[in-house]
């Protein structure tokens, strides 16, 4: 069948065949790894739109640690992380560290001796517990590298956790942190006072991707899969994605799919599968995040559209025909949604790429 044999994946959180214009990235985060603490690349935050491949970077950079012997723990930015952290390190570090008992024991009988024993419940933090276990980890020459994925500003446990790891780095501990989020969340994130080490941190932007390498990517995937396409086409496909990369993948499977059993992939094919990449992007990134809005956020999201890709609040609030006061509320409810970018300067753009097109095509009827 067609599906089984599609090397292309347009699922979200799902591991590409072939990555496009990762390289400079990942070379220089591994770099930092092996360079030892203190490397600036050892705290990286990178931010990007949905879709823009944020989720499958920390995956491959989490692969490629693992692959040089250190501890990697992933997890997703919620109230639950620190646990989720400490739990997570225990366990994938457990062959390397020599671990008192999980269990609540209250007495023990030393055998032979008749005596028993009470185990006192020591008062403990959790930075004091990942202490100990990065120690354990650290003398074995290990070191643990941290990722979190959505990060959010508003969330607690982030900050709690940033806090922490702060002190994990200045105590000179061998421990990494990818963090990835979409800009809007950081950027509040980057403002806060309490974890001014983000700032500190590199920022990563997952800008689109090089043409030259989303045609390479494009052209392994194809031909290792045992198929062809001409140098033409192939170009046509890497221009139709606008190197996002959610679109590589949909732009790929569809212009896969169009005639599998023919062994060349054809423009024709490449033109059909934009057409329905386009539609796809609308069903599962536009059309869901503009039912999160209310009436009015997509009215003002549809006022940024017919303004240009960035516009300002004064522009919007004119053309909505509300006050500078009220566009800002609005503003400020689709940043911390992450529909709208705030670019600095009272400048912001629509972050969902190809998104300010489809709503201009719309004409601004946003009648749902
Ligand atoms: N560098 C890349 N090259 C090709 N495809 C990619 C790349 N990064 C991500 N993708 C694809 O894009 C889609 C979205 O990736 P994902 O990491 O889930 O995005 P995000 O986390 O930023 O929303 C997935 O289908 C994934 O396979
Ligand atoms: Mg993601």
């Excluded at 025909?321 to 689709?334: D, H, V």
Aim: proline content about 4%; hydrophobic content about 40%; some cysteine.
């Amino acid at each position: 069948m067609i599906m089984d044999t599609n090397p292309f994946k347009p699922t979200f959180g799902q591991a590409p065949t072939f990555l496009a214009g990762r390289d400079k990235f990942i070379e220089d985060f591994v770099e930092g790894l092996e360079n030892g603490p203190g490397d600036p690349n050892r705290a990286t935050i990178v931010v990007g739109p949905r879709g823009s491949g944020k989720t499958v970077l920390i995956q491959e950079v989490s692969r490629q640690a693992a692959s040089l012997g250190w501890i990697t723990v992933s997890v997703t930015c919620a109230e639950g992380m620190l646990d989720e952290i400490l739990v997570l390190t225990r366990k994938r570090g457990s062959h390397l560290l020599d671990l008192p008992p999980q269990s609540r024991v209250t007495s023990v009988q030393a055998a032979g001796f008749g005596a028993s024993r009470e185990v006192v419940p020591v008062r403990t933090t959790w930075r004091s517990d990942m202490e100990d276990l990065v120690d354990g980890l650290n003398e074995q020459g290990v070191g643990l590298l941290i990722t979190i994925d959505e990060v959010s500003a508003t969330s607690e446990a982030l900050k709690a956790f940033i806090i922490a790891y702060q002190h994990f780095v200045t105590e000179g501990r061998n421990v990494a942190l990818l963090m990835a989020g979409l800009a809007s969340k950081v950027s509040s994130l980057l403002l806060d006072d309490e974890v001014s080490f983000v700032r500190r941190a590199i920022q990563r932007e997952l800008g689109s991707i090089d043409l030259a390498d989303v045609e390479l990517a494009m052209l392994s995937t194809v031909e290792s899969s045992g198929r062809s396409i001409a140098p033409k086409v192939l170009h046509e496909a890497a221009s139709a994605t606008s190197g996002y990369a959610y679109m590589i993948q949909l732009v790929g499977y569809y212009m896969w799919r169009q005639r599998p059993q023919k062994k060349e992939i054809d423009l024709a094919d490449v033109e059909l599968a934009h057409e329905q990449a386009l539609h796809e992007m609308k069903r599962a990134v536009y059309v869901p995040t503009l039912r999160e809005m209310t009436r009015r956020e997509a009215e003002f999201v549809g006022a940024m559209a017919q303004e240009g890709p960035v516009t300002t609040l004064h522009a919007v609030a004119g053309r909505m025909g509300i006050s500078t006061n009220n566009a800002g509320k609005l503003r400020r409810r689709l940043v911390e949604r992450g529909a709208v970018g705030d670019l600095g300067h009272g400048r912001m753009a629509i972050e969902i790429p190809g998104m300010g097109d489809y709503l201009k095509a719309m004409d601004a009827d946003l009648s749902y």
